[in-house]
Every structure is written in structure tokens, then in C-alpha cells.
């Protein structure tokens, strides 16, 4: 990471941060590194190794959205070297301010992390990759960004029944490269048994069963569904709200 990045570092954080920033880290320590029943083993592994990046966004205005995607450019070249390590697996935590969004519905949130993710791809500085669908609806699309697929978690304090999905007082989107998944929950004997297991483990958190929304890359399932939870078990039939631009060069 160089000199100049706009991300922040667990340790800085830990010794840092103040204000609204300090709040989102520890409701995170409060989930990731203080509660054993948490559902995600993965997060809580990167969070006990300090493998934690941060971005925090205090509007979505013009100056707000390219703050995010320096972070997120910068955080794509980091990604880039991955080792396949599990152990050097950096998750990216985007906050958001009260300032730039605070709803009382899981549905507003959803609504504001779309807007953020085509804000986003409004601005992207590199083509969308060939292998992607360009298409939401696709089983093989993925938000892109600098050339690389992304898997973005919408987490909000508006989820009572998605507990799992509620990460504080903040709108978080938890950022992490598309092939890590694949690597290590992918469709493979090993990677079904880790996603039954995590599954297992939210059902038990939430008390509920795990969503209908959650699936496998490549294997039908629609990702889209699976960046914001609905709080129901119910079937969904919403278009999504992502929207490919063509790039002009």
C-alpha cells in the first residue's frame, strides 16, 4: 500500500481512530473478535490477524464516491498478489457516515448500497472484464471494479431477523475479491462443506434458516440477491437495481 492510499489499516484503526470511525470499529470488535457464535469464520479469522482494511465515506457526493474508489482502486492492487492464503486474505470495510445515509428499513439501506455500487461503476477507471456477464440477471455476472470481480456485502442496523447481517450503528459494505470465494467456498467438495457449515452457523445466529437468497457462483445461483438479504424467506422476483454503462474508451 503506498504512501498516498486512502485506506487505513486494522492496527491504525485500533490505535487511531475517533469519532464515528472509532464507533464502526468497535461494533465490529464487539461481532468479529467478541462474540464466539458470529456466523462468518472467515471474517472473524481476519479480524483476529488484524487483516482488516478501511475506507470511510462521509457523503456520495462527487468528492464522497471518488474518496471510495481511490480506496477501492487502491484496494484492488493490493488483491492482486493474493497467495491463496486464507491468512493474507484482506477484507475491504467500506463505512458510511449517518450523514450520508441512515433509513429505518432494510430496504432503504439496500437501495442506498446500489446506488453507492453504480456510483461506483460510473467512475470505474479500467474495462469491465470480458468474462463477466454485463448482466445482473447472468449467473456469471459480478460488480467489477478496476478489472476485478467483487463480492459486496450490504450490512445495515436496520436488520432484526438477518442478525448477521447487522454490523453496528453504520451502513457497511464489506468488500472482498470474487476469486476468494471461488478458492475457498467454491463448487467443490471442500468448498460446499464450508458454505453448509457457515450456513448452519447463521441459521443458528439468526435463529431463522438462512436465506433462499444464498447460493453458488456459477452453479445458478444469482448474485446480485446475495449482496442484500431480504429479512423473509420468500422467492424474489425484484429486477436489480444495477445498470452496465458502456465506456467510452
Not at 464507533?23 to 483476529?48: H, M, T, Y
Not at 482494511?53 to 493490493?78: A, M, P, R, W
Not at 475479491?177 to 471442500?190: L, S, Y
Request: net charge negative.
Amino acid at each position: 500500500m503506498n504512501e498516498t492510499s486512502t485506506l487505513i489499516s486494522q492496527a491504525q484503526m485500533r490505535e487511531e481512530s475517533k469519532g464515528w470511525h472509532r464507533a464502526v470499529f468497535d461494533d465490529l470488535e464487539s461481532r468479529l473478535g467478541g462474540d464466539p457464535d458470529f456466523p462468518c469464520i472467515f471474517s472473524k479469522n481476519a479480524f483476529r490477524k488484524q487483516l482488516l482494511k478501511f475506507v470511510f465515506v462521509e457523503t456520495i457526493d462527487t468528492s464522497g464516491i471518488q474518496h471510495l474508489g481511490n480506496g477501492l482502486k487502491d484496494y484492488v492492487e493490493i488483491s492482486k498478489t493474493w497467495d491463496g492464503s486464507i491468512d493474507t486474505a484482506y477484507p475491504l470495510v467500506a463505512a458510511f457516515s449517518l450523514n450520508a445515509i441512515s433509513s429505518q428499513s432494510v430496504d432503504g439501506y439496500h437501495a442506498f448500497g446500489w446506488q453507492v455500487l453504480q456510483k461506483l461503476h460510473e467512475i470505474d477507471p479500467a474495462p469491465w472484464p470480458e468474462e463477466v456477464s454485463k448482466d445482473p440477471n447472468s449467473h456469471s455476472w459480478s460488480m467489477c471494479f478496476d478489472g476485478m470481480p467483487l463480492f459486496c456485502n450490504m450490512s445495515s442496523p436496520a436488520h432484526r431477523v438477518r442478525r448477521s447481517r447487522n454490523l453496528g450503528g453504520h451502513f457497511i459494505l464489506i468488500i472482498n475479491p470474487r476469486e476468494r470465494f471461488d478458492v475457498v467456498a467454491g463448487d467443490t467438495p471442500g468448498g460446499r462443506s464450508v458454505r453448509s457449515n457457515i450456513r448452519n452457523r447463521i441459521g443458528r445466529y439468526d435463529g431463522t434458516p438462512h436465506s433462499l437468497q444464498l447460493g453458488t457462483y456459477h452453479a445458478g445461483a444469482t448474485e446480485w440477491w446475495q449482496y442484500g438479504l431480504v429479512e423473509d424467506n420468500i422467492e424474489r422476483t425484484d429486477k436489480c437495481p444495477f445498470i452496465f454503462r458502456k465506456y467510452s474508451g
